[in-house]
């Protein structure tokens, strides 16, 4: 079966360390990859996604991610949080074979002054 | 160019009622997905639509249903509400590209709140 696990289901750092979200998916098949951010009572929004071209993904707001295939992970980084970065994330795999969708279950990241 | 909208944005209901949401794509997109959001199930897919007819569907009951008009403008509706429906359902929509539209990034709109009493 198919699944997405976000390994931390909160996740706090201090203003201007590095963040680290973890995310690792199953699938049979070829994945395409994403994260995406919900900021409180707002929609998602995109951050990046890796669609089988370069491993190393660069995002929006200095957001990065690694697709790392034989640890089957998509982690989330960035060099230096900041107060704005608070909200929560989501790892979301689609599976180009039968176009399912999956979120994890997010991430909530606290940014500590 | 505006975003995803939905309406309304706040609904209070009660157990075995019906209800109908509404999603207005970005302008151009023709695919149109739906999410339910909980605290304990996180985000689900409900269902997608891509030009008027439904492309792909989650494992939710026939109590959700969805429709897509001719304008790309999509309607969910939830009939004999369960007190477990109360959520935040968000809309999402695709740009036109190759392939399923879940290839692709969606942009979502800021949800409707259903309270079910």
């Known amino acids: 079966a198919q699944s997405v696990t976000q390994l931390d289901s909160h996740v706090s750092v201090s203003e201007g360390t590095p963040v680290l979200l973890r995310c690792n998916y199953s699938?049979?098949?070829?994945?395409?990859l994403f994260w995406y951010v919900q900021h409180p009572n707002k929609g998602l929004q995109l951050l990046l996604k890796?669609?089988?071209?370069?491993?190393l993904v660069k995002g929006i707001n200095g957001f990065e991610a690694e697709f790392k295939k034989s640890e089957t992970s998509f982690h989330l980084t960035k060099p230096s949080a900041h107060m704005s970065d608070a909200a929560e994330y989501f790892c979301?795999?689609?599976?180009?074979?039968?176009?399912?969708?999956?979120f994890g279950k997010g991430t909530r990241l606290h940014i500590l002054p | 160019k505006a975003g995803v909208t939905q309406t309304p944005r706040y609904l209070i209901k009660t157990r075995g009622q019906q209800v109908t949401l509404s999603c207005s794509p970005i302008?151009?997109?023709?695919?149109v997905s739906w999410y339910q959001q909980t605290p304990g199930q996180g985000l689900q897919f409900l269902f997608e639509?891509?030009?008027?007819?439904?492309?792909n569907k989650g494992n939710f009951p026939g109590r959700f249903s969805g429709r897509q008009f001719s304008n790309s403008r999509s309607e969910m509706n939830v009939s004999t509400l369960e007190l477990g429906d109360s959520a935040l359902y968000l809309c999402?929509?695709?740009?036109?590209?190759?392939?399923?539209?879940?290839?692709?990034?969606?942009?979502f709109g800021p949800g409707t709140r259903l309270t079910v009493l």
């Open positions: 979301v795999v689609t599976l180009n074979r039968d176009d399912k969708i999956i």
């Open positions: 639509y891509f030009s008027e007819t439904q492309r």
């Open positions: 890796y669609t089988s071209a370069a491993t």
């Open positions: 302008s151009g997109h023709r695919s």
């Open positions: 699938s049979s098949y070829s994945p395409s």
């Open positions: 999402a929509s695709s740009p036109p590209g190759t392939g399923a539209s879940s290839y692709n990034e969606q942009f």
